[in-house]
């Protein structure tokens, strides 16, 4: 297993890059929000982390909806939902595809990691372990595996024991 190190970002780029991230990640929070409106949709219909793959409605009002596949009902949270995905068969299909792809969240954690050069991945005894980053209470802070390959951690970093980590992260 991967020595695992736990790191505060600070300073000027920790800022840059915390106040950047946030910007792009209320961005994406915009154009969700705006599509939803425009379909007339309450929810979109997706995986953890990944696009859209659909659009859920609390009503099947209209029922049937041009460039989308017959709709199936999920229940959320004692809440009845109808989920229209797009019909991949027909040209608006495509094109509704295409804009829920470019509506997947925003992955704050990737985007940090990526601007301080710390994506690291090692793999050990079946396992991938990788850099995670995030922001809490005004804090940005890192999760970095060290292994075989060298890893170059900047100036802005500040090594912490895993207890603060974990006491930053959980509340």
């Known amino acids: 297993m991967p020595e695992i190190k736990y ?6 780029k920790a ?3 915390s106040n950047q991230g946030l910007e792009l990640a209320n961005l994406k929070r915009k154009d969700r929000k ?5 379909m007339g949709a309450d929810s979109f219909y997706e995986r953890a982390r990944s696009a859209p793959t659909g659009l859920a409605f609390a009503t099947a009002e209209g029922s049937e909806k041009k460039g989308f596949k017959n709709p ?6 004692n809440q009845k939902f109808w989920v229209y995905q797009p019909n991949r068969q027909t040209t608006i299909g495509k094109q509704i595809s295409a804009r829920l ?7 704050f954690s990737n985007y940090a990691v990526t601007e301080f050069s710390v994506n690291v991945h090692q793999f050990d ?16 802070v890192f999760k970095i595996p ?3 390959d060298p890893v170059t951690i ?18």
Request: charged share 35%; no cysteine.
């Open 154 to 171: 900047p100036p802005d970093f500040r090594e912490i024991k895993k207890s603060e980590f974990i006491a930053l992260t959980e509340e």
């Open 146 to 148: 060290f292994g075989d």
């Open 15 to 17: 800022d840059q890059v």
């Open 34 to 38: 705006e599509y939803l409106t425009e």
């Open 7 to 12: 790191f505060i970002a600070e300073g000027e």
């Open 125 to 140: 005894a079946g396992r991938l372990y990788f850099s995670v980053a995030g922001f809490y209470k005004s804090t940005l």
């Open 101 to 107: 792809k470019k509506l997947a969240t925003f992955d």
């Open 72 to 77: 199936f009902q999920i229940e959320h949270e």
